[in-house]
């Protein structure tokens, strides 16, 4: 057991995060995300939402200050489902940027997400939870 780290964050995650340098890319999918087939690496965190997994993941994970580092799913036009998540993301990451969430249309977030480290695969049944997260340099 260590100590300081999220309960939510499991040891095949925290050795995925620590692996990752700067400039890599995870993507926290929803449940509906096809992560088995385009992440090159994919860990199951199936019960938990990407809410929870957003918030814990960033207590432990910087972001790039010289690149834009959050990007959302875009809608599929014409979609007329709504996306409060989007507004839940936008508040987790205000304490760790200035940067606001950046859509990617749907197949370019999908081959963007086939060049990310990882993916890493929620239970979350909202649709459009797609985020992907640039890893910046650790400072502390």
């Given at each position: 057991m260590?100590?300081?780290?999220?309960?939510?964050?499991?040891?095949?995650?925290?050795?995925?995060?620590?692996?990752?340098?700067?400039?890599?890319?995870?993507?926290?999918?929803?449940?509906?995300?096809?992560?088995?087939?385009?992440?090159?690496?994919?860990v199951?965190?199936d019960?938990?939402?990407?809410?929870?997994?957003?918030k814990?993941?960033?207590?432990?994970?910087?972001?790039?200050?010289?690149?834009?580092?959050?990007?959302v799913m875009?809608?599929?036009?014409g979609d007329t489902?709504?996306?409060?998540?989007?507004?839940?993301?936008?508040e987790?990451i205000?304490?760790?940027?200035?940067?606001?969430?950046?859509?990617?249309?749907?197949?370019?977030?999908?081959d963007?997400?086939?060049?990310a480290?990882a993916?890493?695969?929620?239970g979350?049944?909202?649709?459009?939870?797609?985020?992907i997260?640039?890893?910046?340099?650790?400072?502390?």
């Amino acid at each position: 057991m260590l100590k300081g780290i999220p309960k939510i964050i499991s040891p095949e995650l925290l050795k995925i995060l620590a692996e990752m340098g700067h400039g890599d890319e995870i993507v926290l999918a929803d449940g509906n995300f096809p992560g088995e087939r385009v992440g090159q690496r994919c860990v199951r965190a199936d019960g938990h939402g990407t809410v929870e997994l957003l918030k814990a993941i960033l207590e432990l994970f910087p972001l790039d200050v010289y690149a834009q580092p959050v990007y959302v799913m875009e809608k599929v036009p014409g979609d007329t489902v709504e996306t409060p998540i989007l507004d839940e993301y936008s508040e987790i990451i205000k304490p760790y940027t200035d940067a606001t969430l950046e859509g990617i249309e749907r197949f370019a977030f999908y081959d963007r997400a086939k060049e990310a480290y990882a993916v890493i695969m929620s239970g979350e049944s909202a649709l459009y939870a797609n985020i992907i997260l640039k890893k910046g340099v650790v400072t502390e």
